[in-house]
């Protein structure tokens, strides 16, 4: 039997996207393909720097997973399939690990599932319902080409992108210093958003209530 390493399960609201303040599952894939570090580089589009431990883990079987997603709620197992909770499939990359298996084992417990990924792995046929992109990559290298949003999070003085990704809704994010938002960043943010209103603001809103 497969089993998934995973840094952690909790419950809390979405911090970002246009879910914020929705209470979700998140589930934290351990290891990613890539890398967000300030100097740009094979595996780092450059600008800002990763803000998640990613390299620890612990090996769960795809029950012991969804048993501990429903645990995390405080909910009965029954509140949760009535209610349709989200599970919020993250990591480090989550694409890596997250197959069909896991996505039809949540859904079979009545959860919704979304995941937050780079977009260097095709998802489009795991049935997950929505999926955010945060390409971490240049362009040419993005392989998730639909998504419900993209986002970007733009340092100061980074520039407007051009999505490979054709999504609903396209988001820019300013980049965040420890638990304070640069502020800079978020001027730069602010500025393309006023010269291309087809872009919104979405801030890490989980950083401002110190909440995971």
Known sequence: MRRYTVNEIFYSPQGEGMRAGEMSVFIRFTGCNLRCAMEAGAKSIGGFDCDTEFESGKAMTREELVAEAITATGLTAEQVADDHVWVVLSGGEPALQADAE???????????????????????????????????????????????????????????????????????????????????????????????????????????????
């Open 102 to 212: 896991i996505v039809d084992a949540l859904h079979a417990a009545g959860m919704r599932v979304a995941i937050e990924t780079n977009g260097s792995i095709d998802v489009s046929n795991r049935g997950i319902d929505w999926i955010t992109v945060s390409p971490k990559v240049a362009e040419h290298a993005v392989r998730q080409m639909t998504a419900n949003e993209v986002k970007y999070v733009r340092g100061a003085g980074q520039s407007l992108p051009k999505p490979t990704c054709t999504a609903d809704f396209k988001l820019l994010s300013p980049a965040f210093n420890g638990l304070s938002i640069d502020r800079k960043a978020l001027e730069t943010c602010l500025d393309l958003i006023r010269k291309d209103p087809t872009w919104r603001l979405s801030v890490q809103m989980h950083k401002a209530w110190q909440v995971r």
